[in-house]
């Protein structure tokens, strides 16, 4: 079985571009969360999809907004890009995204640099 | 949202040493405590996790034990090896489709 797809794997953008990042989950898995990594930061959790609709949603700003297809493919656009947007986006998914949390396996990443 | 304080953020130890990392959380209601290991360059991958209904856990040579009334849990790396070297992150849920993560513990195991 595939694991999670992100892409494209690198992304250098300048100030005031925006971007849009691609997760194909692995086949069955119905939740599709995107986290973005920063040295120091941790992990912060952007939002969570599952059939579509948005679950929950993290402390960032509205230029950050995603999706998620039929197929459970989902996509993130960050819009009128910042320095301080550099970061690794992971994103991970689930069988169910069950309330009660399940196991996250995550995709390799897209490493966006902003000039 | 949930705070989650980790520490060390770094630890440095003898081969076949232990290693152990602390997490605290703010949410006395987090009912899930998770694990994850990044080997540099690579994604993160869940290693163990625990319940709130459970105190300990143990899958060879890792263990988490969880103290609700403290609001800490804590990994436990017995007979580290040069495998064990690698980014570690716990992380907090409460039954609404996200972890919280702490800011990661970055492991290095001498030889």
């Known amino acids: 079985k595939a694991g999670v797809t992100q892409t494209p794997r690198y992304l250098i953008k300048t100030r005031g571009q925006q971007v849009t990042l691609s997760c194909s989950p692995i086949?069955?898995?119905?939740?599709v969360s995107w986290y973005q990594q920063t040295p120091g930061q941790g992990l912060q959790f952007l939002f969570e999809?599952?059939?579509?609709?948005?679950?929950n949603k993290g402390n960032f700003p509205g230029r950050f907004s995603g999706r998620q297809f039929s197929n459970s493919r989902s996509e993130m656009n960050v819009s009128t890009l910042e320095l301080g947007d550099s970061a690794l986006y992971l994103c991970?998914?689930?069988?169910?995204?069950?309330?009660?949390?399940?196991?996250?396996?995550f995709g390799s990443g897209t490493q966006l640099s902003v000039l | 949202g949930e705070n989650v304080e980790q520490h060390p953020s770094t630890l440095s130890v003898q081969e076949g040493d232990s290693a152990v990392i602390k997490c605290t959380y703010s949410?006395?209601?987090?009912?899930?405590f998770p694990w994850y290991k990044q080997e540099l360059g690579k994604r993160p991958q869940l290693i163990i996790d625990i319940r709130s209904n459970v105190g300990e856990k143990k899958d060879q040579r890792i263990a988490v034990t969880l103290n609700k009334t403290a609001k800490h849990f804590s990994l436990h790396i017995t007979e580290t090896q040069p495998e064990d070297s690698a980014v570690y992150f716990c992380a907090v849920a409460f039954n609404d489709y996200k972890l919280s993560f702490g800011a990661g513990t970055t492991v290095t195991v001498r030889a």
């Open positions: 949410d006395s209601a987090s009912n899930y």
């Open positions: 086949s069955g898995h119905r939740s």
């Open positions: 999809y599952f059939s579509e609709t948005q679950r």
């Open positions: 991970a998914s689930s069988l169910s995204g069950a309330a009660t949390n399940e196991k996250l396996f």
